[in-house]
């Protein structure tokens, strides 16, 4: 299923008198969702998800995280691999797994890997060819030691692992697209492309097999603001991200790092260090080729840090761990109190929410003018296809809504398929079917590569109350195999 967000300016690329808008997520109100554990547990510290990761297994929500039992633990960085489960992704427990000892007993949820694990980034694949042992993989470093050692992971069941594989460059993140594999890590370099400095940027790289991950790394993503601020200073992209593949688009969040008085060169959150002001939002960005990474508005906080004082009040940082949730999608995040070397606190796990896919939308700027946008082309695939849309008004009035129509590359509508042959949607949804007088899919016939124009559609009215006309606010569009089960 092919995912148009009302955001993506590559996969909806001719859009006119549209204004958008982006939207924060909405913090759970009984957040943390997942606490450290009580003294002498492996987590007692620092419940770690940091790059870490919360997938929908079938029926249960399954989280991967790292922990600190001690400060000594986290100095020495000493990281172990833990896991927690929960059936609504609100309620979490941590199973007690008897896998692996830790202060001499086994009642705990730690995981059986050989190594301590800082960022435990995992995915399930299920490629027909993929070996059952291999179901469950993951790519993360063993910072134990002078230096960082990237190694991959595979495993049955996500709790008993092997180490499989030792990469050349980092790699604390993991999603597949195009049918590649990629992991994006922080890399610091001296400058960007024109000699700008530079500093904390995002590498990618990828394997077409797995096994053997491209020499170098892709420079996938950069702050724009980099070309005003030396190297180390000021806000940077830092942590790994998360990744969200929708099919046809990847979506993500990075951490926005705001470092005013450090220390260039610093990288560490330790005393003298020069980072102890060092403060971390998320931001949204995404890609079309799992590379090269942008965002829709430069410098948007979708998750920002609470106020001073609150359990995350200091950082936010990224997770893989984006699941939709029957009406909502969940968006899972940890908290990094940046004292945390120095006092009590630590960080423990919250949930960000958005209505389902609705991180932002697009709406009529002038309502005097036509408002539009048309999809990059679709190719045929010799199946019946359904368009479905997410949208809501800014105010119920009647004639209000959203026409589509299938035109051909030179812009010519479809026979069948215009504006005029469009059934306006006008009751709002989260996916709602888009049908033509005639026919309800796109049928198999269409042999050649359509794109979709949406049509916003007002009704003109304008109250003393409400100085603008009523408009479609439009989060996505969903292009679906008949049948096709829409997650």
Known sequence: MKTFFSFDDHAIPFRSNLDLTLLPGVK?????????????????????????????DEDKFRMWYSGAGSIEEWMGLKFPMLYAESNDGINWTKPNLKLKAYRGSRDNNLVDIEYPVEMPAVMRDDGPDVPADERYKMFSENLYGSTATPFLATSADGLRWK?????????????????????????????????YPGGRVMGV?????????????????????YFNNPPDIGDQVHTPAGFWNRDNVILG???????????????????????EDTRED?????????????EPIPGFKIVARSQEGHWDGGSVVPANAFVNVGE????????????????????????????????????????????????EPIAPNGKDRQVFVNFELDAFRPGCGL?????????????????????????????????????????????????????????????????????????????????????
């Open 28 to 56: 759970y109100a009984g957040n943390p969702v997942l606490k450290r554990g009580k003294p002498g547990a492996p987590d007692a510290r620092w419940a770690r998800l940091w790059a870490g990761t919360v997938l929908r």
């Open 163 to 195: 180490i499989v594989g030792h990469p050349k460059h980092r790699g604390v993140s993991l999603y597949r697209f195009n049918g590649q594999y990629h992991s994006a890590f922080v890399m610091y370099t001296s400058e960007l492309p024109g000699g």
């Open 205 to 225: 790289i990828r394997s077409v097999d797995w096994q053997i991950w491209t020499g170098e790394p892709c420079l996938g993503f950069h702050r724009a603001n």
């Open 253 to 275: 969040v990075y951490g926005q790092i705001h470092q005013v008085n450090a220390r260039p060169g610093a990288k560490f959150a330790r005393l003298g260090s020069g980072m």
């Open 282 to 294: 998320l931001g949204l960005f995404l890609s079309n080729d799992g590379l090269h990474f942008r």
């Open 328 to 375: 909502h999608t969940y968006l899972y995040y940890g908290a990094w109190d940046n004292g945390m070397c120095f006092d009590n606190a630590a960080g423990d796990v919250g949930m960000a929410f958005w209505r389902r896919d609705g991180f932002g939308f697009v709406r009529i700027r002038k309502h005097d003018q036509p408002a539009t946008m048309q999809t």
């Open 403 to 487: 026409s589509f129509e299938l035109v051909d590359l030179r812009g010519k509508a479809l026979a069948g398929y215009s504006a005029d042959d469009c059934v306006t949607c006008m009751e709002p949804g989260l996916c709602r079917p888009v049908r033509w007088k005639d026919r309800n899919v796109i049928g198999k016939e269409v042999k050649e590569p359509v794109e979709l124009r949406v049509v916003f559609v007002t009704n003109g009215d304008m109250t003393p109350y409400q100085e603008q006309c009523t408009s479609p606010m439009l989060y996505a569009i969903y292009v679906a195999d008949q049948g096709e089960i829409i997650e």
